[in-house]
């Protein structure tokens, strides 16, 4: 069983359209992200939640707008898709929140290209 | 604010041949350092951590120690293989950073050749 997974892995899809992510985690952690991977491998974190509250929102456009139905899931819709939203997008989940979170678990990320 | 410097990429070895990537980081008190993997098409793993000053993490012969005092936590291996290639990120998590935050590294890429 894969411990993060998100789907889908790829996405293509035009400027303009609304598009989801969806990222589940069945360690049992109580705090969940997601981080941006741009086209130079650079990562940096886009949101935190610990059981289902908004914990880090890291000056994200909000076009970007994380859902939390439980603390074992965490998914990304986006609106009005920008070229410069193309990027790998990973889901991750820790077993605590602060400044001693821990290891994070990543998903295998989500190819996002926009056209 | 707290930073994370790698040295750039991309490296390229021969099998066998020691490694170091090098890594310095900015941070107030005493943050839990740690090294992540990333093989092509797949997403991060931990490779190892350490979360005070002169702890040595390991594994997979990969080594790297906290230096508080150097501000440093270099990557080092005494014998690299070609499964070895990969883009590899240093990070820090901030003692006193809510909602348990990375800061990585630019990450830097490794290429071993057989």
């Known amino acids: 069983d894969t411990a993060v997974s998100q789907t889908p892995k790829y996405l293509v899809t035009q400027m303009g359209n609304d598009k989801s992510i969806k990222c589940e985690q069945n360690l049992g952690h109580d705090t969940m992200y997601w981080y941006k991977q741009d086209s130079k491998k650079f990562l940096k974190i886009m949101f935190s939640y610990n059981n289902k509250e908004l914990i880090i929102n890291e000056t994200v456009p909000n076009r970007f707008s994380p859902k939390s139905p439980d603390k074992a899931h965490l998914n990304l819709h986006i609106n009005s898709l920008e070229l410069g939203d193309s990027a790998v997008y990973f889901c991750?989940?820790?077993?605590?929140?602060?400044?001693?979170?821990?290891?994070?678990?990543f998903g295998e990320g989500s190819r996002l290209t926009v056209l | 604010g707290d930073s994370v410097t790698q040295m750039e990429g991309p490296v390229t070895l021969s099998e066998e041949a020691f490694l170091t990537i090098n890594c310095t980081y900015t941070?107030?008190?005493?943050?839990?350092l740690f090294w992540y993997v990333q093989y092509p098409g797949e997403g991060l793993q931990l490779l190892l951590k350490a979360t005070k000053a002169d702890d040595k993490g390991s594994n997979k012969g990969f080594e790297a120690t906290y230096r508080k005092e150097t501000t440093s936590f270099h990557l080092e291996k005494g014998s690299v293989q070609v499964s070895d290639s990969a883009v590899y990120f240093c990070a820090l998590m901030g003692i006193y950073n809510q909602g348990g935050k990375l800061i990585f590294g630019q990450g830097t890429e490794l290429s071993v050749k057989p």
């Open positions: 991750a989940s820790s077993l605590r929140t602060g400044g001693r979170a821990g290891e994070l678990f």
């Open positions: 941070a107030t008190g005493y943050p839990s």
